[in-house]
T-cell receptor
Framework: DGGITQSPKYLFRKEGQNVTLSCEQN?????MYWYRQDPGQGLRLIYY???????QKGDIAEGYSVSREKKESFPLTVTSAQKNPTAFYLC?????????????FGPGTRLTVT | AQTVTQSQPEMSVQEAETVTLSCTYD???????LFWYKQPPSRQMILVIR??????QNATENRFSVNFQKAAKSFSLKISDSQLGDAAMYFC???????????FGAGTRLTVKP
């Protein structure tokens, strides 16, 4: 079955540690995205990538980093510089722009930093 | 910058009744897409319905329909014959035609009463 996988579903880290969230898709989509979801704020874009080896900052990129070495994979690293990393993180993908295609979402990762 | 506003943080509806969720957006573009996503307690984002701005006809998907008012920049979602499974967070989203940057509203939590 085609889809987007995110692992793990729940992640716990100590403050000051970097942590990497996994996102893999087998939909052959060009574009991939990372969103952060906090209560009452909807989804906010962290980073997005339209092609391999290229990515752009979203609205809240500070304290995060990404890589796009393969079309299928778009891991997100939450660094110790992110002041408030506890949140629900959603990965999405879509065919490249120019069509009415929506974004397809993974199941999300709940990150808790203490 | 494009913004999406959902003015109803919470709504409730009786099972089998009809409910309308509101969404307004701000853009200077004429070519764009609008979406409604559903996020049930599992937190998986599911596309409910999409609307292309160039189409005057309102989109419908079974019990879900939209009222798209381009001049007023309004995009409401009507759910008919509400079911218990419709209980979820509903997000309105906007995407400009020529990029994949999607903007989300803050969401409306819909409760369905038996």
């Amino acid at each position: 079955d085609g889809g987007i996988t995110q692992s793990p579903k729940y992640l716990f880290r100590k403050e000051g540690q970097n942590v990497t969230l996994s996102c893999e898709q087998n939909l052959n989509h060009d574009a991939m995205y990372w969103y952060r979801q906090d209560p009452g704020q909807g989804l906010r874009l962290i980073y997005y990538s339209q092609i391999v080896n290229d990515f752009q900052k979203g609205d809240i990129a500070e304290g995060y980093s990404v890589s796009r070495e393969k079309k299928e994979s778009f891991p997100l690293t939450v660094t110790s510089a992110q002041k408030n990393p506890t949140a629900f993180y959603l990965c999405a993908s879509s065919p490249y722009s120019g069509t009415a295609y929506e974004q397809y979402f993974g199941p999300g990762t709940r990150l808790t930093v203490t | 910058a494009q913004t999406v506003t959902q003015s109803q943080p919470e709504m409730s509806v009786q099972e089998a009744e009809t409910v309308t969720l509101s969404c307004t957006y701000d853009t200077s573009e004429s070519d764009y897409y609008l979406f409604w996503y559903k996020q049930p307690p599992s937190r998986q984002m599911i596309l409910v319905i999409r609307q292309e701005a160039y189409k005057q006809q309102n989109a419908t998907e079974n019990r879900f329909s939209v009222n798209f008012q381009k001049a007023a920049k309004s995009f409401s979602l009507k759910i008919s014959d509400s079911q218990l499974g419709d209980a979820a967070m509903y997000f309105c989203a906007y995407r400009f035609l020529f990029n994949n940057d999607m903007r989300f509203g803050a969401g409306t939590r819909l409760t369905v009463k038996p």
